[in-house]
Structures are given as structure tokens and as C-alpha cells.
């Protein structure tokens, strides 16, 4: 199989289904008594929002799980006080794993506790009790669907309705499938789906760390045979800027100083990794010539100015992402095409222990 240093290749090109309708959601839709429920918070110096997501499933029969991706020790001392004072699952490893590596550390936690349904939330992120509920009730009636409720900011605007790939270009928008080469994908920030599964699959992979490990993971779950559904009638609250690189998708950093360093090279990056692990080699033109385009847009996302002023921390960055991405590629094409069947990600548990609930 096709590897880039370090990581495992997937699997060719395919299809994707395109997202599932919803149904109408019921206010007292309740999770089936044979179900058990975690919820699963990757934490990277931000355990004041972790605890208000986790809060709603404070004395309920949802376990709840925090990976603290380590940041400082003082920051440890603050998770391992509110995980005792709040009767959580704690995941403790001794490095920053990323938010992919973090999250499936956590789908493990839960799986070693007995939950057969994992809920994944970002720590900036909001759900309400009632409907993840709903999404959990979906997840034990049918085990081959990863279900995500619609995200929105704070001020009510959109932020994932739902989203494909370009598996021609590379290129991602918001919307459903526009033909066949249009890859449906659910985001990381809040979904629920069958914990067994989710491993079974390989899980997020920490090989991404940041960006796109969500468009994978989607994109595996279909082509294994399962089902991605947008409940469009449920709602979290995702406030992108309150928290900073290690877990959360946004990155600001201050006025005038745009997206941050690792926003700008794992976003470039990433792409390309992608594509050597489930784009065949004779369709990378089409990626490669849309990287220009992307890593400009990508570099605009933090303002113009942010560009002029912090080249160091925008434009070097995401050449440096786009040159490692382009050797994923040439690694993959010295060593062979992506095997023809899904090889889930090798877990690395170094470095983890499970506290108390």
C-alpha cells in the first residue's frame, strides 16, 4: 500500500452517499433503555468550555469522557479537579494528540467503559440534552448511520448544514452531492454514531492532528458501508473562535494577526493527504492543479492584512503544509496505489491512562 512517512493508505476512489433526510425530531424522543450513551470532549487548554459542554449530561445516563491533549501542567491540575469534582471519564495522555487522535482516545475510553454510542462534541460546542438524545436514539436503532445535527454560531447563523468534497479538485463547499464525484462529509465538531464502529473503521487516525480528519473519517464510514444523515431539525451551538489550536477548528489570533500558524499549514496539508490516501494517482492532476487556489483561500481566510504584515505566520506556514502534502504524495507514488480495502488506523495508547468518572 501507498504510505506517506507515518501514515497508513486508504482506499481508492468511490462515491460517496449523499447525506440522509431528516426526520422530524420528537421533543420526547429518549435514548433506548439498552443503549449506553458517552459524550466525548477533547480538551486542549480550555477545560472552562469543556465543562459548560459537558454540563447538560451532568446526572444522566450519558458517561462523559474529556481528553485533555496535554497543554501545561497547571492546566492538567485544573482537568483532573474538575473531572473528580464532576464524576468524569478522564483520558490523560502526555502529549498534544491532536483533535483526531484525541477524539479516537476518547471513542476508546468509551468503549472500555461499555457505551456503544459515542457522541463527539467540540469543547466550544453546545448540545442540548433532548437532542442528543435524538441523536443517540438514531445511533442505537441503526448502527450504520454517523448522524450530526445542524451547527450554528451564537448569532444563529449556519456553520455546517452539511458539506461535500470535489473528489475531482479537492475543492470543499456547504451543500449536498451536485454529481458523482461529490463526496458528502459530516463535521467532527458534533456527531454521534456506533462506538464498535467507529473503531472498526480506524477512527479519526491522528495522522491529520488538525483538519480534514473529519472529511476522512466520512468518507471511510460509506465506503464501509454505512450511512452519513443530517438532522437538520436539531441544533448545536458551535462558537468557533472561543478556543484556540489544539481542538477547535477556528484559530483566531488576534486582531491583525489572522488564522494561526497551525491553522495555515495542517489546512494545506491535509488536503493532500487526503487525496494520497483516497484519491487514485492518475486522477491527482485535477488536486494538483487546484492547490494554488486553495492555499490562497486558505491564506485570505485570516484577512489580507494579517498576509503583509505575518508572512511568517501565514504564507510560510502554508507553503511548508503544502510541501509536506505533495511528499505524501510522492511516497505514496513510490511505494504503490492505495490498498483496495479499508486498513483502520493502528491505535498508539503510549501515553494514556483513564481516570476516575
Not at 454510542?117 to 440534552?129: F, H, K, M, Y
Not at 452519513?228 to 473562535?241: E, F, S, W
Not at 494577526?257 to 487514485?280: D, I, M, Q
Amino acid at each position: 500500500m501507498g504510505m506517506c512517512p507515518d501514515i497508513l493508505a486508504g482506499v481508492p476512489i468511490s462515491p460517496e452517499l449523499p447525506l440522509a433526510l431528516a426526520r422530524p425530531f420528537r421533543q420526547d424522543a429518549q435514548v433506548p433503555t439498552t443503549a449506553r450513551p458517552a459524550v466525548v470532549v477533547v480538551n486542549y487548554g480550555s477545560v472552562h468550555l469543556a465543562t459548560a459542554a459537558l454540563r447538560p449530561f451532568a446526572g444522566t445516563s450519558w458517561t462523559r469522557v474529556l481528553v485533555d491533549c496535554w497543554s501545561s501542567p497547571a492546566e492538567r491540575d485544573r482537568v483532573v479537579a474538575a473531572g473528580s469534582a464532576n464524576g468524569w471519564t478522564l483520558v490523560l495522555p502526555g502529549e498534544n494528540l491532536g483533535f483526531g487522535g484525541g477524539a479516537d482516545a476518547g471513542i476508546r475510553a468509551a468503549r472500555d467503559a461499555g457505551c456503544d454510542v459515542s457522541l463527539v462534541l467540540n469543547p466550544d460546542a453546545a448540545l442540548g440534552l433532548a437532542a442528543a438524545d435524538a441523536l443517540a436514539a438514531d445511533v442505537a436503532a441503526d448502527a450504520g448511520l454517523l448522524v450530526a445535527p445542524a451547527i450554528r454560531t451564537p448569532q444563529g447563523k449556519d456553520w455546517f448544514t452539511g458539506a461535500v468534497v470535489d473528489m475531482r479538485r479537492g475543492r470543499t463547499r456547504s451543500g449536498g452531492p451536485a454529481g458523482p464525484d461529490d463526496a458528502s462529509w459530516v463535521s467532527g465538531a458534533c456527531f454521534a454514531a456506533s462506538t464498535e464502529r467507529l473503531l472498526d473503521v480506524g477512527g479519526f487516525g491522528g495522522e491529520y492532528f488538525l483538519y480534514w480528519e473529519d472529511v476522512d473519517l466520512s468518507v471511510r464510514w460509506t465506503r464501509s458501508g454505512g450511512r452519513l444523515a443530517l438532522r437538520d431539525d436539531l441544533t448545536c451551538v458551535h462558537d468557533a473562535g472561543a478556543t484556540q489550536d489544539g481542538n477547535a477548528r477556528a484559530a483566531e489570533t488576534g486582531a491583525g494577526r489572522g488564522k494561526s500558524p497551525l491553522y495555515h499549514y495542517y489546512n494545506t496539508r491535509n488536503r493532500l493527504l487526503f487525496a494520497s490516501r483516497h484519491v487514485a494517482p492518475e486522477r491527482w492532476g485535477g488536486w494538483l492543479r487546484a492547490t494554488p487556489g486553495h492555499t490562497r483561500e486558505v491564506l485570505l481566510r485570516g484577512g489580507r492584512r494579517a498576509i503583509v504584515r505575518h508572512p511568517l505566520r501565514t504564507v510560510w506556514p502554508a507553503l511548508r503544509g503544502t510541501a509536506a502534502g505533495l511528499r505524501c504524495l510522492a511516497a505514496t507514488r513510490r511505494t504503490g496505489p492505495a490498498a483496495a480495502t479499508i486498513i483502520p488506523a493502528t491505535p498508539d495508547r503510549k501515553g494514556l491512562t483513564d481516570g476516575a468518572r
